[in-house]
């Protein structure tokens, strides 16, 4: 980046950095603090007590140096081995980042990145000249894209993924991207929580997906962030940045610290069959296997997901459900509209079994359901 203060100039023209923000209201974050007290045993004299805090208070002053400098030393490690493999992706419309995948020019990004483009050009960190690119293909259900470079060039550095059975809580997270634009930008913070299930606005560019078993980070995610990489401090992307979180409370400013990522098993799952295949058939995504719509009672009150469509031989038909039927609740969660329907399915897993509680011309029904895989 320029060593100039870029941040404080206006913002440039051009595309606009993309990426939804969640919406949230009336949120509140509690924090416990745990307090540790030491205890010696034993006897000693005042001056000797005195002789070994002093020596202590010395030994803890000379080691924070060494520590801080240790954690700067991974932090820089971490920057030099993932950052050159985050580009800049930019379309007719918005301007958003993506993570090189393989040598052969496969480059995986958020699909409300990619929008309804099939032409992109590309910048790497190394470089100021555009390189084009094609779409490979987008799934919009899980924010979820691939595009491929035209003609890659040597050198090509794809990321190397993580497992995502290993991300705790409390886990160093560096942010990697372009948010606002801010080409090959840095931002660090923790994996603040685990299997948050999270519904994006409905924008121009983005459907509104329901995602889950997303990580959430403190680390800061701002337009242009998306599909940028999450790392951890063995260089490992452990997800891609997707959303930042606004609060009604602000005015739908950022709510500082709350950003989310799709987690790496999600990102190579799709990725791979995207680029074998150029659509997904297993996403991972518990499906009911029904189209359905937000049911309203008599008092036009939401009050259940009704049945208009189902997919024959799919979950809902093997267990007996048929369009009309209302649902109100899929195992322990009230359904009240299609979003919560919705967003209890995302929480879920193909296979699962669950017992669906439903009304059929006014009468109360339950049926046990065999949940199926959402599907491109």
Same mark, same amino acid.
């Given at each position: 980046?320029?060593?100039?203060?870029?941040?404080?100039?206006?913002?440039? $023209?051009?595309?606009?950095?993309?990426?939804?923000?969640?919406?949230?209201?009336?949120?509140?974050?509690?924090?416990?603090?745990?307090?540790?007290?030491?205890?010696?045993?034993?006897?000693?004299?005042?001056?000797?007590?005195?002789?070994? =805090?002093?020596?202590?208070?010395?030994?803890?002053?000379?080691?924070?140096?060494?520590?801080?400098?240790?954690?700067?030393? *991974?932090?820089?490690?971490?920057?030099?081995?993932?950052?050159?493999?985050?580009?800049?992706?930019?379309?007719?419309?918005?301007?958003?980042?993506?993570?090189?995948?393989?040598?052969?020019? &496969? @480059?995986?990004?958020?699909?409300?990145?990619?929008?309804?483009?099939?032409?992109?050009?590309?910048?790497?960190?190394? =470089?100021?000249?555009?390189?084009?690119?094609?779409?490979?293909?987008?799934?919009?259900?899980? &924010?979820?894209?691939?595009?491929?470079?035209?003609?890659?060039?040597?050198?090509?550095?794809?990321?190397?993924?993580?497992?995502?059975?290993?991300?705790?809580?409390?886990?160093?997270?560096?942010?990697?991207? #372009?948010?606002?634009?801010?080409?090959?930008?840095?931002?660090?913070?923790?994996?603040?929580?685990?299997?948050?299930?999270?519904?994006?606005?409905?924008?121009?560019?983005?459907?509104?997906?329901?995602?889950?078993?997303?990580?959430?980070?403190?680390?800061?995610?701002?337009?242009?962030?998306? !599909?940028?990489?999450?790392?951890?401090? =063995?260089?490992?992307?452990?997800?891609?940045?997707?959303?930042?979180?606004?609060?009604?409370?602000?005015?739908?400013?950022?709510?500082?610290? @709350?950003?989310?990522?799709?987690?790496?098993?999600?990102?190579?799952?799709?990725?791979?069959?995207?680029?074998?295949?150029?659509?997904?058939?297993? #996403? !991972?995504?518990?499906?009911?296997?029904?189209?359905?719509?937000?049911?309203?009672?008599? *008092?036009?009150?939401? $009050?259940?997901?009704?049945?208009?469509?189902?997919?024959?031989?799919?979950?809902?038909?093997?267990?007996?459900?048929?369009?009309?039927?209302?649902?109100?609740?899929?195992? *322990?969660?009230?359904?009240?509209?299609?979003?919560?329907?919705?967003?209890?399915?995302?929480?879920?897993?193909?296979?699962?079994?669950?017992?669906?509680?439903?009304?059929?011309?006014?009468?109360?029904?339950?049926?046990?359901?065999?949940?199926?895989?959402?599907?491109?």
């Amino acid at each position: 980046m320029h060593p100039k203060k870029e941040p404080t100039r206006p913002a440039p $023209a051009g595309p606009r950095p993309t990426g939804p923000r969640l919406m949230l209201t009336g949120a509140a974050l509690a924090l416990t603090g745990l307090v540790g007290t030491g205890c010696t045993s034993g006897s000693s004299s005042s001056s000797s007590s005195s002789s070994s =805090s002093v020596s202590s208070a010395g030994s803890a002053a000379a080691a924070a140096p060494s520590v801080s400098n240790q954690l700067q030393d *991974d932090y820089e490690r971490v920057i030099t081995n993932v950052l050159p493999s985050v580009v800049q992706i930019t379309t007719a419309s918005g301007l958003g980042s993506g993570i090189v995948y393989d040598a052969k020019g &496969d @480059i995986v990004t958020n699909a409300h990145v990619v929008g309804s483009a099939k032409t992109f050009t590309v910048t790497l960190p190394s =470089s100021t000249k555009t390189l084009d690119a094609t779409l490979v293909g987008s799934y919009p259900d899980s &924010d979820l894209a691939v595009i491929r470079l035209s003609s890659p060039p040597s050198g090509l550095k794809p990321a190397v993924f993580g497992d995502s059975s290993k991300v705790q809580v409390g886990q160093i997270t560096l942010a990697m991207g #372009s948010p606002l634009g801010l080409s090959s930008s840095v931002t660090q913070g923790i994996v603040s929580a685990l299997g948050r299930t999270v519904t994006e606005p409905r924008t121009g560019d983005s459907p509104g997906a329901t995602i889950g078993n997303m990580v959430q980070t403190s680390a800061a995610i701002n337009p242009g962030n998306s !599909g940028g990489a999450l790392a951890n401090l =063995s260089s490992q992307v452990i997800g891609i940045n997707t959303l930042a979180a606004v609060a009604q409370e602000l005015n739908g400013g950022t709510a500082p610290g @709350i950003g989310f990522a799709i987690p790496a098993a999600t990102i190579t799952s799709i990725a791979d069959q995207l680029i074998k295949d150029g659509k997904v058939t297993n #996403s !991972g995504r518990a499906a009911l296997g029904i189209t359905a719509r937000t049911y309203f009672n008599g *008092d036009f009150e939401p $009050a259940g997901a009704v049945i208009v469509d189902v997919v024959p031989g799919g979950a809902a038909d093997s267990a007996g459900l048929k369009a009309g039927d209302v649902i109100t609740k899929l195992g *322990d969660s009230q359904i009240t509209t299609l979003s919560s329907l919705t967003t209890t399915l995302a929480s879920l897993q193909p296979g699962a079994k669950v017992t669906v509680s439903y009304q059929r011309d006014g009468q109360a029904k339950t049926a046990e359901v065999t949940l199926g895989t959402l599907e491109s």
